[in-house]
């Protein structure tokens, strides 16, 4: 099973900060997806095949990597972007999540 | 546009069966990939498995024999089966079209207690 580590687990930026979260897989994985979760709903699509963004997901969203790491930028945080995201791999069975990393709006 | 609805009761007993149900509208369960996630309190999240457009299926490891995935393709909903349960199977279970991008349902939370 492919294990997928976040980080940080937590953090908080400020309005206009660049934010990147990591997800590091224990084998390479062909592809990297991000849901964001917002407490009390469900998730939500954001980033596919590693760099695609999700219907209506701001372009101040982007997604990148290879192999065992990958990345989730905001280049400008915006107080809706505060929620927990996940990475998720689909290269391999069975599928596996990272742990989450929530953002917080400092 | 896709939405998915799970059903199910809330409380379940240890040692009994959780069964869940998932119904679709706007999209053929004939198509695609369909299954089911749980996210434990906590937050880690666990892919359980899935049932094909073709009716094959394909489970995560860690559940063993325990888990089931069927599909009524007439009312076009699947469901899950989670046999011998445990205080640890308390989660929250979401059910997903598994393609490309994953489309989730709103999540029943289920809690397995005396």
């Known amino acids: 099973e492919i294990v997928l580590t976040q980080s940080p687990t937590t953090m908080a930026a400020s309005p206009g900060e660049k934010v990147t979260i990591t997800c590091r897989a224990s084998s390479s994985v062909s592809y990297m997806h991000w849901f964001q979760q917002k407490s009390g709903t469900s998730p939500k699509p954001w980033i596919y095949d590693t760099s695609k963004l999700a219907s209506g997901v701001p372009d101040r969203f982007s997604g990148s990597g290879s192999g065992t790491s990958y990345s989730l930028t905001i280049s400008s945080m915006e107080a809706e972007d505060a929620a927990t995201y996940y990475c998720l791999q689909r290269s391999s069975y069975p599928r596996t999540f990272g742990g989450g990393t929530k953002l917080e709006l400092k | 546009e896709v939405q998915l609805q799970e059903s199910g009761p809330g409380l379940v007993k240890p040692s009994q069966s959780l069964s869940l149900t998932c119904s679709v509208t706007g999209y053929s369960i004939t198509s695609n990939y369909w299954g089911w996630i749980r996210k434990f309190p906590g937050n880690k999240m666990e892919w359980m498995g899935y049932i094909s457009y073709s009716g094959s299926t394909s489970y995560n490891p860690s559940l063993k024999s325990r888990i089931s995935i069927t599909r009524d393709t007439s009312k076009n909903q699947f469901f899950l089966q989670l046999n011998s349960v445990t205080t640890e199977d308390t989660a929250t279970y979401y059910c997903?079209?598994?393609?490309?991008?994953?489309?989730w349902g709103q999540g029943v939370m289920v809690t397995v207690s005396s």
């Open positions: 997903a079209r598994m393609g490309t991008v994953y489309y």
